[in-house]
């Protein structure tokens, strides 16, 4: 019951994170035409995404290090996740690229959570579950809210999906991290 709890937590706070982060897109995303551009603006959601993780995540952990040292550890894991995600994505594009980028980005998250908090052992199925629930959060999303509808709600629709997928696999995985 511990893991499911840690899921249904990691998937919930996440959600809301994530909504946050899309928010910079869905709300911001002209506003940052002239700040910066895509690249810009790809900058401002992972800030989001990083800082608010931090209050929603860290408590989740038996963590003993400082807030920094979380924010530390969480950038490292989200910037893997995404220099991955991204690599898969402009490697094959749409479709293919996204898969790829699912499965290459949650496996390098996963692998630096197993790094940090010495759950080798149990990375192999951790990875495999955060692939299998990101990728249903993110394609639920990209699929059934954004391409049908196209609109700033569809916008942070997705986001929330996203984020409750990814988040339940990283309360998945830090709870078998953590029991390891």
Same mark, same amino acid.
């Given at each position: 019951?511990?893991?499911?709890?840690?899921?249904?937590?990691?998937?919930?706070?996440?959600?809301?994170?994530? /909504? %946050?982060?899309?928010?910079?897109?869905?709300?911001?995303?002209?506003?940052?035409?002239?700040?910066?551009?895509?690249?810009?603006?790809? +900058?401002?959601?992972?800030?989001?995404?990083?800082?608010? &993780?931090?209050?929603?995540?860290?408590?989740?952990?038996?963590?003993?290090? /400082?807030?920094?040292?979380?924010?530390? =550890?969480? =950038? /490292?894991?989200?910037?893997?996740?995404?220099?991955?995600?991204?690599?898969?994505?402009?490697?094959?594009?749409?479709?293919?690229?996204?898969?790829?980028?699912?499965?290459?980005?949650?496996? +390098?998250?996963? %692998?630096?959570?197993?790094?940090?908090?010495?759950?080798?052992?149990?990375?192999?199925? &951790? +990875?495999?579950?955060?692939?299998?629930?990101?990728?249903?959060?993110?394609?639920?999303?990209?699929?059934?809210?954004?391409?049908?509808?196209?609109?700033?709600?569809?916008?942070?629709?997705?986001?929330?999906?996203?984020?409750?997928?990814?988040? +339940?696999?990283?309360?998945?995985?830090? %709870?078998?991290?953590?029991?390891?």
């Amino acid at each position: 019951m511990k893991t499911l709890g840690f899921m249904i937590r990691g998937g919930a706070g996440f959600a809301v994170v994530s /909504t %946050a982060a899309f928010a910079v897109w869905a709300l911001g995303s002209s506003w940052f035409v002239r700040l910066g551009g895509e690249a810009g603006m790809y +900058a401002g959601c992972c800030v989001v995404f990083i800082l608010l &993780s931090g209050v929603v995540l860290r408590p989740m952990l038996n963590w003993r290090g /400082t807030l920094g040292q979380f924010y530390r =550890f969480f =950038f /490292t894991a989200f910037l893997a996740y995404a220099i991955a995600w991204c690599a898969g994505w402009f490697l094959l594009g749409m479709g293919l690229g996204e898969w790829l980028g699912s499965l290459v980005g949650c496996t +390098a998250f996963t %692998a630096v959570m197993a790094a940090t908090l010495h759950g080798w052992r149990v990375m192999l199925p &951790s +990875a495999l579950m955060m692939f299998v629930l990101h990728s249903a959060g993110y394609f639920a999303g990209a699929h059934v809210c954004y391409t049908s509808l196209h609109s700033v709600m569809s916008e942070l629709a997705w986001g929330a999906l996203y984020g409750l997928g990814f988040g +339940a696999g990283i309360g998945f995985a830090f %709870a078998r991290m953590q029991r390891s």
